[in-house]
């Protein structure tokens, strides 16, 4: 069994910047994928960013330029920093961690950017 702890979320305005951060803990194995993804109210759940275990990262379009993915040297523990942002990243972010075929799910943590 594999557990994701989310964190870093709230309120923030337009323009500002938030770092969310993902401790994965429990049954991992050395290869495997961990990603952000994001869904707002009425909205289906959409990837954001991605990384594997070797390092190689995924961005959706939306986020380009603006987020960056990041692990820690043992991948137990993944960031994503969060840039200039807009209203319409507002959503319950939630973490996940692919390996062997199967994708555990954080609890997510909420996002606001609003004035």
């Known amino acids: 069994q594999v557990q994701l702890v989310e964190s870093g979320g709230g309120l923030v305005q337009p323009g500002g910047s938030l770092r969310l951060s993902c401790v994965a803990s429990g049954s991992i194995f050395s290869i495997y994928t961990m990603g952000w993804y994001r869904q707002a109210p009425g909205k289906q759940r959409e990837l954001v960013a991605a990384?594997?275990?070797?390092?190689?990262?995924n961005y959706a379009d939306f986020v380009k330029d603006r987020f960056t993915i990041s692990g820690d040297n043992a991948m137990k523990t993944v960031y994503l920093q969060m840039n200039s942002l807009k209203p319409e990243d507002t959503a319950v972010y939630y973490c996940?961690?692919?390996?062997?075929?199967?994708?555990?799910w954080g609890q997510g943590t909420q996002v606001t950017v609003s004035s």
């Open positions: 996940n961690l692919g390996q062997l075929g199967v994708v555990y």
């Open positions: 990384i594997t275990r070797g390092g190689r990262t």
